[in-house]
């Protein structure tokens, strides 16, 4: 199975300033057809996840440009540019590369 | 608008069976593969099982293979999961969502397993 780590556990940011979340993954996440399955979600209490990026860098549809994905093979890292009050949750991340599908341990983010 | 609403969930005795079901609607059910992921109290979320569009395909974690049955009926724009010889440890909220990276889950049913 890949196995995939992020750090930090937690964040505590101040509206306004940037944050950035790290995640590793145990095998290449870089497939034959040139497309990275690396994928990023935000869980609040009481929703389902919500996905933001798509394929290492592919911001879903009505997300804010604030947040970007970035990385290769195994190194990947999300950022958030100006964190907002609403921004606050756990961030996954995930992949897809290979079954089964297995997501990281989660970064808390709160605001300070 | 896509709407998923799962069902099924509650207090079951360990070894004991749930069906969950996922009733589907906005969209081509049919058109998609779906998916169940599962997320325990205060813990990250886990990958369940997923089902193609006809049935065909289905893949299951290692930790429910032989136990949990992932199916489908297209007529009905239903997600099922059958899930027998239940485990403690299979104690989460259980979300059904479309796709293999989902952007359209439920919002969840809660099964506990407990004596």
């Known amino acids: 199975d890949i196995v995939m780590t992020q750090t930090p556990l937690s964040l505590s940011v101040t509206p306004g300033q940037p944050a950035s979340i790290s995640c590793k993954s145990s095998q290449s996440l870089l497939h034959s057809d040139g497309k990275t399955y690396l994928y990023w979600y935000l869980l609040k209490p009481g929703q389902p996840p919500q996905l933001l990026i798509y394929e290492l860098f592919n911001r879903v549809s009505g997300v804010p440009d604030r947040f970007s994905g970035s990385g290769s093979g195994t190194d990947f890292t999300l950022k958030i540019s100006r964190v907002e009050a609403e921004d606050v949750g756990v961030y996954y991340c995930m992949q897809r590369m290979q079954l089964p599908l297995t997501f990281g341990g989660g970064t808390k983010v709160e605001i300070k | 608008e896509v709407q998923l609403v799962e069902s099924g969930g509650g207090l079951v005795q360990p070894g004991g069976s749930l069906r969950l079901s996922c009733a589907a609607s906005?969209?081509?059910?049919?058109?998609?593969?779906m998916t169940w992921v599962r997320q325990a109290p205060g813990k990250g979320l886990e990958w369940v099982a997923s089902m193609k569009q006809d049935g065909s395909d289905k893949y299951y974690v290692d930790s429910v293979k032989g136990r949990f049955t992932i199916s489908r009926d297209n007529a009905k724009n239903s997600l099922y999961l059958q899930m027998n010889s239940l485990r403690v440890e299979d104690t989460a909220v259980y979300h059904c969502?479309?796709?293999?990276?989902?952007?359209?889950w439920g919002q969840g049913t809660l099964v506990t397993v407990s004596s």
């Open positions: 969502a479309r796709g293999w990276a989902p952007i359209y």
């Open positions: 906005g969209f081509t059910f049919s058109g998609y593969w």
